[in-house]
């Protein structure tokens, strides 16, 4: 069973992303995004994250924890994850809407009930800092953890995701 949840962005009236179903703790989802700001894969801005990760890619994601994004994005009926994680190998980034699978955009916006959504990370960018605000619905409504500076030191992911359950 997948820890779900959303990568999302600003919008007028509060935020609105796209789906996704593995890892979506912050130990997890919450570390992969800060790295792929900080390693400059999008070009250490939340821009080009917005732009792949929401735009781009409108059916969501099987997951993008610990992924080769020097691969293109794309989902594979035959993924071996486990077994190449195990050897040291990554698999690209497996999203719903390329490779194997063609489904159709969903949009999860904030005024949309949780559902089995746990986690959401909602990117955005003040003046010259990427922030990603790190939000869980454990308690049955959207509740804000923590806002990470994406630019500053890494968080302690095992002290959020300890915050979003109590």
């Known amino acids: 069973m997948g820890t779900r949840g959303v990568i999302a962005r600003v919008t007028e009236d509060g935020w609105e992303g796209r789906y996704h179903h593995w ?36 059916a969501g994601w099987s997951t993008i924890v610990n992924c080769d994004w020097t691969q293109e994005p794309g989902f ?26 063609h489904e159709g955009a969903i949009l999860i ?32 409504s959207w509740e804000k953890i923590t806002t990470v500076n994406l630019r500053n030191r890494e968080p302690n992911w095992g002290e959020i995701g300890q915050k979003g359950t109590r």
Request: net charge negative.
């Open 23 to 58: 890892d979506s703790y912050p130990s997890c989802l919450g570390k992969a995004l800060y790295d792929l700001h900080g390693q400059g894969t999008f070009h250490k801005t939340t821009d080009e994250m917005i732009m792949t990760l929401i735009t781009n890619h409108p």
């Open 76 to 101: 594979l009926t035959h993924n071996h994850r486990m077994t190449s994680h195990r050897e040291g190998k990554q698999d690209r980034p497996q999203c719903y809407c390329h490779g194997d699978r």
């Open 109 to 140: 916006k904030s005024i949309d009930p949780p559902s089995d959504l746990v986690w959401c990370y909602i990117l955005y960018r003040v003046g010259w800092e990427d922030y990603m605000d790190v939000l869980s619905s454990y308690h049955g």
